[in-house]
């Protein structure tokens, strides 16, 4: 499907470029090599080909230039500025090339060595879209970049010129619906969700693949279950159109050994039991997917908090790693609860709480016990909850590394003192999430402090070490072969601690937030830091402004950042 403001102009036809494109120097385009599975399976070194670099989701990097001992030494070199608008994006590098993200849709290709653009796709919505909402990255495969843009459409670009190979409908933005996720490539099969159901429509939130070369949609997979074929029912009887929910806004990992893609989905909507009028399951809210990539079939599934009632969904990235001699999984939700799991059956195994919620207890096998008493809301009833429904982690992503065995979280600190106070209507269109009157409080563990970096072990649940932040952490984290694990906050640093201690062994200060998602590469063997700055983070970027009312940031100023060792 076209859209018609979407038109290729005469210039760019004739520099064979996308819409919106400026030809520059092509020497880094022409050595491009086309993206296959193998590629994207076993990346070379230097390269960061995918949204979490390999599809096991570690978000880490074999690269060791930069070092405990050599870090000291690490110097800006170049900068990109980009589209204004929410950013969060997760630049991608291929044989020397960057392709990054900006807020809205539009596509850059850089040179990843100097900054020097190559091309750029300006993608323009349409003109009743709510523009500039997030959008966190691309996908390569073959010879084309794929961006699912926020008002949910599915575009392929030729690699080397920006140029539109063809263009696929996600899902219908007259109903709300919105794309935030950064596409998977998987087996010539380009993959995302979407998110936009709280209000209630007959269409639901879900998975959708598409082909590489067409554009044609393969499979589409809804995340909110009908009555089953023997009568039963996890949606308290609730009809069709009032099940809200099941929002997609992660991207998926795969496994090539189980052949399986695991992704998470949020909540049900409204987010209280109380609004939603039902108590039951709501199956597949707040649970892991694991899909046939070649069907969208669901293999199978695990709901971490049936019928969950506070704003507490797991719906973020799955890093793939052996558990005890077993094929494993981890992931980490709002609640700070390490969930840990078989990823070949989905079997839970023990899992890890930081200590931190207050709303809920475990079994010993690592799985859901019960809530505790009074976290389940009343309506106008005053209700104190830790985390606050930002949750102590969200959108910014975690990373593994092998030499340490941890999980790296970027974290927000602060809970809710509120009162929940409306009611939806249950009618076509109506729903929303329904709201809580907030007040957003310290932590009681940590009185001075709205974000912290943590590390993990993910096979004894030990907290290695914490580093409390005046502000929010802000951005993803990627961990490196060098000992190092890279990250920044709202209050504009950005850091390289050391991965076993979290001592600060460098850190600089941004002309804005790192919002985005950091990456280390290579190109002719010198190794970066790349690291999106920009505004964006919906709920973390203003609840501690009345919590820590001294510190600021400029109103704009997204951009690309990139460092190496000074010569």
């Known amino acids: 499907m076209k859209y018609p403001h979407l038109q290729i102009s005469a210039l760019a036809l004739a520099l064979g470029c996308g819409h919106g494109a400026i030809a520059q120097d092509a020497s880094p385009l022409e050595a491009l090599s086309p993206v296959t599975q193998d590629t994207l399976q076993n990346p070379a070194d230097g390269d960061w080909p995918n949204w979490r670099r390999t599809l096991d989701g570690w978000g880490y990097s074999p690269l060791d230039q930069i070092n405990r001992e050599s870090v000291a030494d690490l110097d800006f070199q170049w900068g990109w500025a980009m589209a204004p608008g929410h950013q969060e994006g ?42 500039g909402r997030i959008t966190r990255g691309v996908a390569l495969w073959g010879d084309h970049v794929y961006v699912a843009t926020p008002d949910a459409q599915m575009i392929a ?30 087996n010539g099969k380009i993959i995302t969700g979407f998110q936009g159901c709280s209000r209630f429509y007959e269409d639901k939130c879900a998975v959708v693949a598409f082909d590489a070369e067409t554009g044609e949609e393969l499979w589409r997979t809804v995340t909110v279950e009908r009555e089953t074929e023997d009568g039963g029912d996890t949606w308290g009887g609730q009809p069709w159109l009032v099940r809200g929910g099941g929002d997609v806004w992660t991207t998926a990992t795969y496994d090539e050994a189980a052949d399986l893609l695991y992704i998470g989905v949020s909540q049900a909507k409204p987010w209280s039991r109380l609004s939603r009028g039902q108590s039951d399951d709501s199956l597949h809210t707040s649970s892991t997917l694991a899909l046939d990539p070649d069907t969208g079939e669901i293999v199978w599934y695990r709901q971490y908090v049936p019928g969950e009632t506070n704003d507490m969904d797991e719906a973020f990235e799955h890093i793939l790693v052996d558990l005890d001699g077993e094929p494993g999984y981890v992931n980490i939700g709002k609640m700070a609860i390490l969930w840990r799991g078989n990823r070949e059956t989905g079997d839970p195994m023990p899992a ?16 859901f016990a019960a809530y505790r008493e009074g976290m389940i809301g009343e309506l106008g009833v005053p209700h104190y909850t830790c985390p606050s429904s930002t949750g102590f982690r969200a959108a910014r992503v975690t990373a593994f590394s092998p030499d340490t065995r941890a999980l790296y979280v970027p974290m927000a600190l602060n809970c809710d003192d509120g009162t929940i106070w409306t009611e939806v209507e249950m009618v076509e269109g109506g729903g929303g999430n329904g709201r809580a ?24 649940g030990e907290i290695m070490w914490e580093m409390d932040l005046e502000t929010p952490a802000m951005s993803g984290m990627v961990t490196t072969a060098g000992g190092l694990v890279f990250a920044g906050d709202w209050n504009r640093y950005f850091y390289a601690m050391d991965d076993t201690t979290g001592e600060v062994l460098w850190q600089t200060r941004l002309p804005q937030s790192a919002s985005g998602m950091p990456i280390s590469y290579e190109v002719d063997g010198t190794q970066y830091i790349g690291v999106p700055v920009g505004t964006g983070g919906f ?16 109103e704009g100023g997204n951009a690309m950042m990139v460092f190496a060792l000074d010569d």
């Open 90 to 131: 997760t630049p991608i590098v291929h044989d020397g090339v960057m392709f990054m993200i900006n807020a809205g849709g539009t596509v850059t290709a850089l040179d990843a060595a100097n900054g020097e653009m190559l091309w750029e796709y300006i993608h323009e919505p349409p003109e009743d879209f709510r523009d």
């Open 352 to 367: 890890f709480d930081m200590g931190l919620q207050d709303q809920i207890d475990l079994n010993e096998d690592g799985t």
């Open 539 to 554: 709920s973390w970027q203003s609840f501690h402004e009345d919590l820590v009312p001294g510190v600021s940031r400029p």
């Open 437 to 460: 009157a907030t007040n957003r409080v310290f932590h009681p563990d940590a009185p001075d402090s709205t974000g912290r970096f943590a590390a993990m072990n993910i096979d004894t």
């Open 157 to 186: 670009l030729d690699m080397k010129t920006g140029q539109v190979a063809w263009q696929s409908t996600i899902a219908d933005i007259n109903e709300d619906k919105i794309v935030t996720a950064s596409p998977m490539a998987v």
